[in-house]
């Protein structure tokens, strides 16, 4: 079994600043990439940041250059640090990660349970 557990969301005022954890636990083998997304009220889900095992970072366009991804292998956990926050970026936040569980051939992608960040204007 696994479990990716999130923190760190909550209200802030616009230009302001949050970090968000994600915390991978349970019965890993390997962790592929790991990475956040978010959905705002009536709106799909999107990607915000990805990061490979290796360290290979994309982000989508909306936050580039105000968002950062890191990871630390060592903790299985993936962050998210999110500088000069707007209005627009409120919404539920949710890590994935693709996970190969020991004893298991293939990796597979998993989910926390997600984390409200509002951001007021």
């Known amino acids: 079994q696994v479990q990716l557990v999130e923190s760190g969301g909550g209200l802030v005022q616009a230009g302001g600043s949050l970090r968000l954890s994600c915390a991978a636990s349970g019965s890993i083998f390997s962790i592929n990439a790991m990475g956040w997304y978010r959905q705002a009220p009536g709106k799909q889900r999107d990607l915000v940041a990805v990061?490979?095992?290796?360290?290979?970072?994309t982000y989508a366009d909306s936050v580039k250059g105000r968002f950062t991804i890191s990871r630390d292998n060592a903790k299985n956990t993936v962050y998210l640090q999110m500088n000069s926050l707007k209005p627009e970026d409120t919404a539920v936040y949710y890590c994935?990660?693709?996970?190969?569980?020991?004893?298991?051939?293939?990796?597979?992608?998993?989910w926390g349970q997600g984390t409200q960040v509002t951001v007021s204007s």
């Open positions: 990061i490979t095992s290796d360290g290979t970072t």
């Open positions: 994935s990660a693709n996970i190969r569980r020991y004893s298991y051939y293939r990796a597979q992608d998993y």
